[in-house]
């Protein structure tokens, strides 16, 4: 199913909700199924992939923090390679079903706070 999906944290640091609008999304197929990590343990894992099985984003340990209507919060570990070597980050997803409305961006929040129209 598809799903456009915004990083709510970047290295590990929480993104405010207010700017979550602002950030980059991506779209895809989301998909969480059961996999070895990186020492051979099952984890849960989710992945946003296009229709040709191209992985766009993923998160290990993942779980499911929020579900309310045609939205849900992932949060698990996400994996970077860094100038220094690999990383690993707490990473949140913010998954919207395609088609619903999307997070608001900083722009359209001033409008409708001002007004909205020109005087």
Not at 48 to 66: F, K, M, P, S
Request: net charge positive; glycine share 10%; proline share 4%.
């Amino acid at each position: 199913m598809d799903f456009v999906v915004y990083q709510m944290r970047k290295q590990g640091v929480e993104i405010k909700k207010e700017l979550l609008g602002d950030q980059p999304q991506m779209i895809g197929d989301l998909v969480i199924t059961s996999a070895a990590d990186a020492r051979g343990r099952p984890t849960k894992v989710a992945r946003l992939q296009r229709e040709n099985g191209e992985i766009l984003l993923e998160l290990t340990e993942v779980q499911i923090d929020a579900f309310k209507g045609a939205r849900l919060v992932l949060k698990g570990i996400e994996h970077r390679q860094t100038t220094q070597g690999p990383a690993e980050y707490a990473q949140q997803w913010l998954c919207v079903q395609a088609g619903a409305p999307l997070p608001m961006t900083s722009r359209e929040r001033f409008f409708k706070e001002s007004g909205g129209g020109r005087h």
